[in-house]
């Protein structure tokens, strides 16, 4: 029987977008189907990038498109971290010296229409459960039907259902946890910091903001689940009054008022540990997650989703798993090199030794997996 596609992508994020699109480049005339449950309409988070997507961007020939969406231009980031004052990292020494602020509804829809354009076939579907019999893959998209495909990309985020279904489980580092209230307005803009991606740090955790495309502003209150619930920080009372406790978030945000209740999101670090099955490939936050601090998440979707087309490719044109292989350990590498560039960035911040927020994370943790 003939698979109704070479490439069945489960995702349409920055890593499943991006994965079709490279694709089309390195292996042109494949069948490639680019499936998507559809998403929350409400907002999305990660939205600052640094000025290194520029490279991803051009590498996919999608530049010109991303310019041509009003996202914010930015210049640097600002913290208080390790002491009360704001220190600014500025991106003039790097040699894209542009970050951005996402409109992330406007980066994700560019990516999943461009992928369209190379060819990819979008498909409203929820994955709902995965077969392997006799060298295919049957993936059951509930009332989308069954369709069948020589491999799949499991491109699905943090869920990384289609990697679950296989058996394998995301092994987490730790329980953070990202509280995120959406203001209507862009907040106090001659407050020192607000025109960039703004990090505080306090006992409890830190806290973020940054104004949005459109005159808008999010902020997120970032601690451990557990301390979550102690600060109430899921309740607009009690967040409101957490922000009001802060030196710098505070006064950025002035009198913008909220449009959302806080909205928890699952933050950790988180790896998916274990050999995939033949034809299968994850991608992005799917096989591996960041802290959002690093700003690193959408680059790293992005730059996975490049090498898994390669490997892809090779699979499919000459049945060569070396690709697979050599994925694998790069995946692998990253992480490692990811935690500890994190470890030393919490490190850098030793204001309150008894908080158990900072204390988890001053001892190195490579091992350890939280229940979810
Ligand atoms: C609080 C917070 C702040 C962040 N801030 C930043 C930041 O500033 N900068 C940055 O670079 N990164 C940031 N990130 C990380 C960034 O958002 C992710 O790394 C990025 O979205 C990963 O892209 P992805 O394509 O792998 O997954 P996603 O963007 O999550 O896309 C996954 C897709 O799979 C679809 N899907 C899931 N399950 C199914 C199913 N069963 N069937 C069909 N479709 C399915 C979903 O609808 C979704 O469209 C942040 C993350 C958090 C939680």
Redesign the pocket.
């Known amino acids: 029987m003939s698979p109704s596609f070479d490439v069945f992508i489960?995702?349409?994020?920055?890593?499943?977008a991006a994965t079709a699109i490279s694709l089309s480049a390195v292996a042109p005339g494949l069948r490639v189907c680019l499936?998507?449950?559809?998403?929350d309409a409400s907002f999305r988070?990660?939205?600052?990038?640094p000025p290194l997507i520029k490279r991803f961007l051009d590498h996919l020939g999608v530049w010109p498109q991303f310019t041509s969406d009003q996202h914010c231009p930015s210049f640097r980031t600002v913290s208080a971290w390790g002491g009360p004052e704001l220190i600014g990292n500025e991106f003039f020494w790097d040699v894209h010296n542009t970050g951005w602020r996402l409109d992330r509804t406007l980066f994700d829809r560019m990516l999943a229409r461009e992928a369209e354009n190379h060819g990819a076939v979008p498909m409203a579907?929820?994955?709902r459960a995965l077969r392997y019999d006799e060298g295919l893959w049957s993936v059951d998209c509930g009332e989308a039907g069954i369709h069948s495909a020589r491999c799949v990309v499991d491109?699905?985020?943090?869920?990384a259902?289609l990697s679950r279904l296989a058996g394998l489980k995301p092994v987490n580092y730790d329980r953070l946890v990202?509280s995120?209230v959406l203001f209507e307005e862009s907040g106090n803009q001659d407050a020192p910091g607000a025109d960039a991606a703004l990090v505080e740090s306090f006992i409890d955790g830190w806290w973020y903001t940054a104004a949005t495309p459109g005159g808008r502003r999010i902020a997120?209150l970032m601690t451990d689940t557990d301390i979550v619930r102690q600060l109430g920080a899921a309740r607009l009372d009690s967040w409101m009054e957490g922000l009001g406790k802060t030196r710098h978030i505070g006064p950025v945000i002035g009198a913008a008022r909220p449009i959302t209740l806080p909205k928890l999101?699952p933050?950790g670090s988180r790896f998916l540990e274990g050999a995939l099955p033949s034809g299968m490939i994850a991608?992005?936050?799917?096989a591996s997650?960041f802290d959002?601090l690093s700003?690193?998440?959408?680059?790293?979707?992005l730059r996975s989703a490049i090498f898994a087309s390669y490997a892809i490719a090779d699979w499919l044109s000459h049945s060569d798993e070396q690709g697979f292989v050599k994925y694998d350990a790069l995946m692998k590498r990253e992480f490692a090199a990811y935690q500890q560039t994190l470890h030393d960035y919490y490190g850098q911040e030793q204001r309150w030794p008894d908080s158990a927020f900072w204390h988890r994370r001053h001892i190195r943790n490579d091992t350890s997996t939280f229940a979810e």
């Open positions: 489960a995702g349409a994020g920055p890593a499943g499936a998507d449950m559809g998403r988070v990660g939205e600052s990038v579907a929820k994955i491109a699905t985020g943090r869920s259902l990202a995120v997120a999101w933050a991608v992005g936050d799917a997650c959002p700003s690193q998440g959408i680059i790293k979707a």
